[in-house]
């Protein structure tokens, strides 16, 4: 029930953040609005990422895309905005996920109910005292003044007119717009109302806004009325609370304080007593974890693009915080249940999610963990030699190798007084984008058109490839050059349907067959055969005579590589049995790769296999090889196949009757390819490799059958020429390169001191050259061979060379063999930045000429470039730059 408060007395109630929203959306029920539920923080608006705003879900109302079900609504929607994240715990109202509390009138009520409503709700409901509340209105909305002044009574020295950018809304350039009026909280009413700054945000805090809309925009910017105006308002339900409970910021109301004191509490550290900086990440701590809860239970998922980069972000943000404040363990599943614990009244689709939440965020901070203290170790390296920039390679490894967001590096960074190369990040970028596209195999579309559309010419093919690996055939189409044709010749690449086949199709994960298709003088060899509506399509070269339609033909299977295949397959279902077994009952197939020679199995997994598991799998898995169960295929109903407890393939679909493929006792999955008949056909199975793929899916590739003999024999030829060119024995390659590496080590250290020496030396053999500009001193050269270090080094000398007023700048190409980057460097006397020179900003210019860019401190800075063939250009240029600034 909502509770009632007397209006005699002006004293604010202390309510909850639960009985702030109750009251609000209460109030207006009485008022006949309809009480509709938050919408998703997933928007059907494809314009936004989330939901960004109250009004959001009532955006096609606005615009006239829809019709509304009911003239009033009243809500509490969940919103996510993360555009000034980095203001999140170091203001004291600024949030990624909060919560809008609206009422909405859609061609009914308008100013005059809104403005009344809001009135009684914040001084009758809330019971504010009118000496604490001063309202904004438009410049030019004298209606809305003249109801706040002399129907609703409020003294006009608390009324303030506004410009547009502060007090008028609107959806774009065109469409539905209007003025806004706007309620602030006085926490300083005693200062009087004499020259009045909303802006004060010590004294004021906004926490209701009326949104009048009333115009419609037209494309040459004229406002013309709209016949049926709407009323769109917002109430922050965190900072009501704020101003109810009587808190300084909002992070300390009930809403979030929770979630703050659980954090502490896992750190061992007393929020009250601790220093700001804690203070600021526990606050982050407590915020991001309302918003990566709502939004894993609305169906984000991690990932590195759109919402899923935002959760990725938020939940490697909070894991840095924790620990920034000691929590070095773990943490993020349980603090996500207080904060499910916190909201569930609220939001109990929290407690039905509450699985799917807890999980995703256990492995995404386990996939964090792993990488996270060899990426903060390179992040300190970096920043840790007086550095003042990280280059745009350097944050784009952080980002591609130790998962780190470009903006969490640019957060430490700054922390720091570094800056980073976004230009540099987003070039490399660009270059990884470029490389995955280069990867990407690509559609034969010409194919999948003409065949496609011929296709159907032809009856469907029959397999009888399960019994025989060998059959004659009908040819009764070629395809050459996509094109349906008579006949092929020698020579001619072509795609061939028989009218049955022994050829396995590509299907299922699994490859399709090689072989020859013979006849006489015709030798077509076959290299792979695909299904299109249930028609073989045998892709090969003829290497022999000519291939007729209509002809009859011998089609031949190559043994050894249906054999290698087979084997790859029946041991593929050994793995997810084994999998289940002795890892995790809930693994499950994402995916599979099944050929001649390796077979490879994507399965979901909160983190990496360890060697101990792996080890285990392989011993089990032979074992089962070597117990000779017998494979046993029949086909059956569907459900009777899934009440037997038959496995399903993922993303495979399946008719009403099914092939099943049975281990007894070990594994029963659907399955359509081809399978030893017995275990001990496997000879023997061995995994190569383990890694992760995806978000929570990791991959196996594996071998088993004659492919692990090629695998042991192709080791064993390393092994043999390492003991050759190392002169040790096999159990001793391991060690003698782990001296090698030590060795290296040092050599590369020693070659890196020589290397600067040289170049300290090259330096000031430099000093020569240096000309005088004015009373100063000005040495512009280009040093190759020189890396980044070596030429800061340099000119940090000459500048100590040379003395006061003194400007170096050196240009250089470090590796001209292997290398299209140069390194620019300038270093300026104190002096001469007491005189205003900033050697950062100068060279960060500079380097523009040769595409890069770069900066740091005003004595000494460091850029690059991406055109060598510039370098000498952009010399040029800082010369003419330089003696006009020091002239």
């Not at 009485?30 to 990422?49: E, F, W, Y």
């Not at 009045?196 to 949104?211: G, M, P, Q, T, W």
């Not at 056909?681 to 196996?700: P, Y």
Request: proline share 3%; net charge negative; aromatic share 6%.
């Amino acid at each position: 029930m909502q509770k009632h408060f007397s209006s005699s007395s002006m004293n604010p109630p202390f309510l909850s953040g639960d009985e702030i929203r109750e009251a609000f959306i209460n109030f207006f029920i009485q008022h006949n609005h309809k009480k509709l539920a938050s919408s998703s923080l997933i928007p059907d608006d494809p314009t936004v990422l989330l939901t960004i705003a109250g009004m959001l879900p009532f955006k096609p109302i606005f615009l006239g895309l829809k019709e509304s079900s009911t003239p009033r609504a009243t809500s509490s929607q969940k919103c996510i905005r993360t555009n000034d994240i980095e203001n999140v715990g170091r203001t004291a109202r600024h949030h990624t996920f909060f919560e809008m509390l609206g009422n909405f009138s859609f061609g009914d009520y308008f100013k005059k109910e809104a403005i009344q409503w809001a009135w009684e709700l914040t001084t009758e409901v809330f019971r504010l005292h009118p000496q604490n509340i001063v309202v904004s209105v438009f410049e030019e909305d004298s209606e809305a003044e003249q109801i706040w002044k002399d129907i609703v009574g409020v003294d006009a020295k608390r009324i303030i007119r506004m410009g547009a950018s502060d007090n008028f809304w609107s959806s774009g350039a065109t469409g539905p717009c209007g003025p806004c009026s706007e309620l602030y909280f006085d926490f300083k009413p005693e200062l009087g109302t004499d020259g009045i700054d909303l802006e004060d945000d010590s004294r004021f805090i906004e926490f209701y806004n009326l949104v009048f809309m009333q115009y419609n925009r037209d494309s040459k910017g004229n406002l013309q009325p709209l016949a049926n105006c709407h009323i769109d308002t917002g109430m922050g339900l965190e900072r009501m609370a704020q101003i109810l409970q009587k808190k300084s910021n909002n992070y300390e109301t009930d809403l979030i304080f929770p979630l703050i004191e659980a954090a502490a509490l896992l750190a061992q550290i007393n929020y009250e007593t601790t220093n700001k900086k804690n203070k600021t990440s526990l606050k982050i701590i407590g915020d991001h974890c309302r918003a990566v809860t709502h939004l894993i239970c609305d169906g984000v998922t991690s990932s590195n693009l759109g919402r899923g980069y935002i959760l990725r972000r938020l939940i490697r943000r909070m894991i840095r915080h924790g620990r920034l404040v000691g929590i070095n363990q773990p943490f993020l599943p349980q603090l996500a249940e207080v904060g499910i614990k916190l909201m569930k009244n609220a939001y109990p689709q929290l407690l039905e999610k509450k699985k799917i939440i807890l999980n995703e965020l256990k492995i995404e901070e386990s996939r964090f963990l792993e990488t996270l203290d060899r990426g903060e170790k390179l992040l300190a390296e970096l920043t840790a030699h007086e550095c003042d920039l990280i280059s745009g390679a350097q944050a784009f490894e952080l980002y591609d190798t130790y998962g780190f967001p470009l903006e969490l590096t640019e957060e430490i960074a700054n922390e720091k007084g570094i800056s980073v190369d976004i230009t540099g990040f987003e070039n490399e970028m660009a270059k990884q984008r470029k490389r995955a596209k280069d990867a990407s195999v690509s559609i034969d579309l010409t194919e999948e058109g003409s065949i496609e559309r011929e296709i159907s010419l032809f009856d469907a093919t029959i397999f009888d490839g399960y019994e025989v690996l060998e059959s004659t055939s009908k040819v009764i189409g070629i395809f050459k050059n996509n094109e349906l044709v008579k006949q092929a010749i020698e020579g001619d690449s072509v795609k061939i349907i028989v009218n049955r086949t022994p050829f396995y199709a590509e299907s299922g994960g699994q490859i399709g067959d090689k072989g020859l298709i013979t006849s006489n003088n015709l030798q077509v060899s076959v290299e792979n055969v695909r299904k299109k509506k249930n028609i073989f399509i045998h892709s090969g070269i003829v290497n022999n005579g000519v291939l007729k339609v209509n002809s009859s033909v011998q089609m031949n299977v190559t043994p050894s590589f249906r054999q290698r295949t087979t084997s790859n397959h029946t041991a593929t279902h050994l793995l997810q049995s084994a999998l289940q077994l002795l890892i995790d009952s809930s693994v499950s197939q994402r995916g599979s790769l099944v050929s001649n020679d390796r077979l490879r199995f994507d399965f979901n997994a909160p983190k990496p296999l360890t060697i101990q598991e792996l080890q285990e799998m392989e011993v089990r898995i032979n074992q089962w090889i070597n117990e000779d169960h017998p494979i046993q295929i029949k086909r059956m109903p569907i459900k009777e196949a899934m009440a037997a407890g038959a496995l399903a393939m993922f993303g495979e679909k399946y008719g009403d009757v099914v092939r099943v493929v049975d281990v007894p006792g070990v594994s029963m999955e659907l399955c359509g390819g081809t399978h030893v008949t017995r275990t001990s056909q496997l000879g023997t199975f061995k995994i190569i490799n383990e890694t992760g793929i995806a978000s929570g899916i990791r991959r196996i590739e594996a071998i088993a059958g004659p492919s692990v003999l090629d695998y042991f024999n192709e080791r064993d030829s390393v092994v043999k020429e390492l003991s050759k060119s190392f002169k040790v024995q096999s159990y001793e390659i391991v060690e003698r390169v782990a001296s090698l590496q030590l060795e290296l080590k040092d050599k590369t250290k020693e070659l890196i001191k020589v290397k600067n020496e040289l170049a300290l030396a090259k330096a000031l053999g430099l000093a020569s050259y240096a000309k005088s500009v004015g009373h100063s001193k000005l040495l512009i050269r280009r040093l190759d061979g020189v890396d980044g270090s070596g030429l800061q080094s340099a000119a940090s000398s000459l500048i100590d060379h040379l003395g006061k007023y003194s400007a170096v700048i050196l240009g250089g190409i470090p590796n001209q063999e292997i290398d299209n980057k140069l390194v620019l460097v300038a270093a300026f006397s104190p002096d001469l930045v007491s005189d205003g020179l900033h050697a950062g900003k100068f060279i960060s210019g500079v380097a523009k000429i040769c595409g890069g860019g770069g900066g740091g401190r005003p004595n000494l800075a460091q850029a690059g470039g991406s055109q060598p063939q510039s370098l000498d250009l952009a010399l040029e240029k800082a010369n003419e730059e330089l003696i006009q600034q020091l002239s």
